[in-house]
């Protein structure tokens, strides 16, 4: 599939919004699709430096630059505006892309809020949002743990539930959108807004498939049973609840407290921690390098996650990754995430109610070490569902569910059965006397070391015969649209064959030293020949190369006939020019054009000019790897 993946935030290597933008995009890729992903500028150098790192041939970015103005109007309203105007800004690049390019669909992964909406919608394709969050408020009871952040917390708790009707961006995106909720409450308001198509079985957290094979840590003996927080300081994070809770556990119980993090909350929340009295030891080191806090996560003994509003917090993931039994509140995704074989949920009631419900969770896995040992086993088995290769998987068969069969190759394309019904009805292809002299000539522009080729539109395989005569070597592996020709394949010659549309090549990325397609790109639509070239570009190795022929339009036979190339089974054609242009803009390098047809005979095919011949030889190689 070619997939364009929307991403306001992507930095290689980090979780959340920005990890999202760069993970999405480069495993999708990585599955052989042709992923196009459109972010803001001041990514480029830490993805360009990834790139530089690991290479992936089937991931490209369209950088696009913020407007800068709207920062004069503060922090809260300039940083929203600006990303408004961004995705706006982008939809209008994505349109450019689009007209070149022929999305299969397009996924927007981040900013994952479904009221921060997006434009992508403009393009007319298959659109996804998310997984998104958006539509969880903080508990009313609660406001007074966001100290200076509660004015704002109020007014955008009055937007999700009384205002979204003006936010029309949103309502536009929750229309024309798959929304993949990440919890209830965003799926509830998504339905209000009119979506109607709305998947509740993705939450917005996942983990690379590394992180969640790392060997479990013994956890280092010690008085105390210690308790880890970890996330940014922020209002709604809950952090002054979870030591308020921390303070209702008798003394009794041996319990200490580690928090990690930093951010716009921390200086008050300091402040505030310093002029409690603390029943328990408490622990703030701030913000730590990633090393620090995965040592974290294997020295501690049970997690806590007490956010008053999230759309489902990674923090509880990779505590589950690391074998922590949690503490969480039973609302939101956390709700979600969790349930009552890794962890403890906590009504959320009254903050007096609630701090009593985290303060008995706490107690009773300090007191149970038997109970934190089958926790710490669920837990790993729970976050094992959400290795990002399975989500990977989940996202395919998304997407295959929202493209239809016969627009999966763009705009003018043709279904498969369209392609196999012409096909069959130019009877001629099977009896071309040219056919074995054009393999021949493909035989002589082979790779040096080349051991595996495709020959694509393989019909009943003599083209393949005669190749095998001059290069008995080489595996030769058939694909035709039609399966009653591959019937007919000598077995001798072809060791496979596959009915498949070359717009869809069924075969791992990098898999063929050549790919062959004798007159062959004429049958398809231009936008189909556009699929069909970077599928070739995608299956060819390292050094591979593609060899096309096809009819020449500026062939002196053409011209002094006034005949097109277009008509019957050939639903396109190419100058030699535009052949050229088609095979660079797919990423071939070295693209040489020789003559082809019967001309031949009496020429070879290196005369020049090349209206001498009826049709071209393309040789197109990849281009080498540093």
């Given at each position: 599939?070619?997939?364009?993946?929307?991403?306001?935030?992507?930095?290689?290597?980090?979780?959340?919004?920005?990890?999202h933008?760069?993970?999405?995009?480069s495993?999708?890729?990585k599955r052989g699709?042709?992923?196009?992903?459109?972010?803001?500028?001041?990514?480029r150098?830490?993805?360009?430096?990834?790139?530089?790192r690991?290479?992936?041939d089937?991931?490209?970015?369209?950088?696009?630059?913020?407007?800068?103005?709207?920062?004069?109007?503060?922090?809260?309203?300039?940083?929203?505006?600006?990303?408004?105007?961004?995705?706006?800004d982008?939809?209008?690049?994505?349109?450019?892309?689009?007209?070149?390019?022929?999305?299969?669909?397009?996924h927007h992964?981040?900013?994952?809020s479904?009221?921060?909406?997006?434009?992508?919608?403009?393009?007319?394709k298959p659109?996804?949002?998310?997984?998104?969050?958006?539509g969880?408020?903080?508990?009313?009871?609660?406001?007074?743990y966001f100290g200076?952040f509660r004015?704002?917390?109020?007014?955008?708790?009055?937007?999700?539930?009384?205002?979204?009707?003006?936010?029309?961006?949103?309502?536009?995106?929750?229309?024309?959108?798959?929304?993949?909720?990440s919890?209830?409450?965003?799926?509830a308001?998504a339905?209000?807004?009119?979506?109607r198509?709305?998947?509740?079985?993705?939450?917005?957290?996942?983990?690379?498939d590394e992180?969640?094979?790392?060997?479990q840590?013994e956890?280092?003996?010690?008085?105390?049973?210690?308790?880890l927080?970890?996330?940014?300081?922020?209002?709604?994070?809950?952090?002054?609840?979870?030591?308020e809770?921390?303070?209702?556990?008798?003394?009794?119980?041996?319990?200490?407290?580690?928090?990690?993090?930093?951010?716009?909350?921390?200086?008050?929340?300091?402040?505030?921690l310093?002029?409690?009295?603390?029943?328990?030891?408490?622990t703030?080191?701030?913000?730590?390098?990633?090393d620090?806090?995965?040592?974290?996560?294997d020295?501690a003994?049970?997690?806590?996650?007490?956010?008053?509003?999230?759309t489902?917090?990674?923090?509880?993931?990779?505590a589950?990754?690391?074998g922590l039994?949690?503490?969480?509140?039973?609302?939101?995704?956390?709700?979600?995430?969790?349930s009552?074989?890794?962890?403890?949920?906590?009504?959320?009631?009254t903050?007096?109610?609630?701090?009593?419900?985290i303060?008995?969770?706490?107690?009773?896995l300090?007191?149970s070490?038997?109970l934190?040992?089958?926790?710490r086993v669920?837990?790993?088995?729970r976050?094992?569902?959400?290795a990002?290769?399975?989500?990977?998987?989940?996202?395919?068969?998304?997407?295959?569910?929202?493209?239809?069969?016969s627009?999966?190759?763009g705009?003018?394309?043709?279904s498969t059965?369209e392609y196999?019904?012409i096909?069959?009805?130019?009877?001629?292809?099977?009896?071309?006397?040219?056919?074995?002299?054009?393999?021949?000539?493909?035989?002589?522009?082979?790779?040096a070391?080349?051991?595996?080729v495709?020959?694509l539109?393989?019909?009943?395989?003599?083209?393949?015969?005669?190749?095998?005569?001059?290069?008995?070597?080489?595996?030769l592996?058939?694909?035709d649209?039609?399966?009653?020709?591959?019937?007919?394949?000598p077995?001798?010659?072809?060791s496979?064959?596959?009915e498949?549309?070359?717009?869809?090549?069924?075969?791992?990325?990098a898999?063929?030293?050549a790919?062959?397609?004798?007159?062959?790109i004429?049958?398809?639509?231009?936008?189909?020949?556009?699929?069909?070239?970077?599928e070739v570009?995608?299956?060819?190795?390292?050094r591979?190369?593609?060899?096309?022929?096809?009819?020449?339009?500026?062939?002196?036979?053409f011209?002094?006939?006034?005949?097109?190339?277009?008509?019957?089974a050939?639903?396109?054609?190419?100058?030699?020019?535009?052949?050229?242009?088609?095979l660079?803009?797919?990423?071939?390098?070295?693209?040489?054009?020789?003559?082809?047809?019967r001309?031949?005979?009496?020429?070879?095919?290196?005369?020049?000019p090349?209206?001498l011949y009826?049709?071209?030889?393309a040789?197109?190689?990849?281009?080498?790897?540093?």
């Amino acid at each position: 599939m070619r997939l364009l993946i929307s991403a306001y935030a992507c930095e290689p290597g980090t979780g959340s919004e920005g990890g999202h933008g760069w993970n999405y995009p480069s495993a999708l890729a990585k599955r052989g699709h042709q992923v196009y992903a459109i972010v803001p500028t001041r990514w480029r150098q830490g993805v360009e430096e990834e790139l530089s790192r690991s290479p992936l041939d089937d991931l490209r970015f369209i950088f696009v630059a913020e407007r800068t103005w709207p920062m004069r109007l503060g922090w809260t309203l300039g940083s929203a505006l600006r990303y408004f105007l961004w995705q706006w800004d982008a939809s209008q690049a994505a349109l450019r892309a689009e007209a070149v390019h022929h999305f299969d669909l397009v996924h927007h992964v981040s900013y994952g809020s479904l009221l921060g909406a997006s434009f992508m919608w403009r393009l007319g394709k298959p659109f996804v949002f998310g997984p998104t969050g958006g539509g969880q408020t903080a508990p009313a009871a609660f406001l007074s743990y966001f100290g200076s952040f509660r004015r704002s917390e109020v007014l955008r708790t009055l937007v999700t539930k009384c205002a979204w009707p003006l936010d029309w961006p949103a309502i536009k995106t929750a229309r024309a959108a798959t929304i993949l909720a990440s919890n209830r409450e965003t799926a509830a308001l998504a339905r209000r807004m009119g979506a109607r198509h709305v998947d509740q079985s993705m939450l917005d957290v996942y983990l690379p498939d590394e992180y969640l094979v790392r060997p479990q840590a013994e956890r280092p003996p010690r008085q105390s049973v210690r308790l880890l927080w970890v996330g940014r300081l922020l209002g709604r994070k809950g952090q002054q609840l979870t030591v308020e809770a921390l303070n209702s556990v008798p003394p009794s119980v041996a319990v200490e407290l580690e928090m990690i993090g930093d951010g716009p909350a921390e200086h008050e929340f300091r402040r505030w921690l310093a002029s409690v009295d603390l029943v328990h030891p408490v622990t703030l080191r701030g913000r730590i390098p990633w090393d620090e806090v995965h040592r974290a996560y294997d020295a501690a003994n049970i997690f806590i996650f007490t956010s008053l509003r999230d759309t489902v917090g990674i923090q509880l993931l990779e505590a589950m990754a690391h074998g922590l039994p949690v503490i969480t509140l039973d609302h939101q995704g956390a709700a979600e995430l969790v349930s009552a074989d890794n962890g403890i949920k906590v009504p959320v009631s009254t903050p007096a109610e609630t701090c009593r419900g985290i303060a008995t969770a706490i107690a009773t896995l300090a007191a149970s070490r038997d109970l934190r040992a089958a926790m710490r086993v669920a837990a790993r088995r729970r976050a094992a569902e959400f290795a990002l290769s399975k989500r990977i998987d989940e996202l395919e068969l998304l997407y295959t569910s929202l493209i239809p069969e016969s627009e999966k190759s763009g705009p003018n394309a043709a279904s498969t059965r369209e392609y196999a019904s012409i096909n069959v009805a130019q009877t001629e292809s099977e009896t071309d006397d040219f056919v074995p002299e054009r393999y021949r000539q493909f035989a002589r522009h082979l790779p040096a070391g080349c051991r595996r080729v495709l020959d694509l539109g393989c019909n009943v395989g003599r083209g393949g015969r005669a190749l095998k005569e001059v290069r008995p070597d080489v595996e030769l592996v058939g694909l035709d649209v039609v399966g009653a020709r591959l019937e007919r394949l000598p077995p001798d010659v072809y060791s496979s064959s596959v009915e498949a549309s070359a717009t869809s090549i069924p075969f791992e990325s990098a898999s063929f030293d050549a790919v062959l397609a004798g007159e062959f790109i004429e049958h398809l639509t231009e936008s189909d020949a556009n699929l069909m070239l970077s599928e070739v570009h995608r299956i060819l190795g390292e050094r591979g190369r593609f060899l096309l022929t096809t009819p020449n339009p500026q062939g002196i036979n053409f011209r002094l006939k006034r005949m097109s190339v277009i008509g019957g089974a050939h639903l396109s054609q190419y100058t030699p020019r535009q052949l050229r242009t088609a095979l660079q803009q797919q990423g071939f390098d070295h693209v040489r054009l020789l003559g082809s047809g019967r001309m031949t005979r009496h020429l070879g095919d290196r005369a020049r000019p090349l209206w001498l011949y009826g049709s071209c030889l393309a040789i197109a190689s990849m281009p080498e790897r540093d």
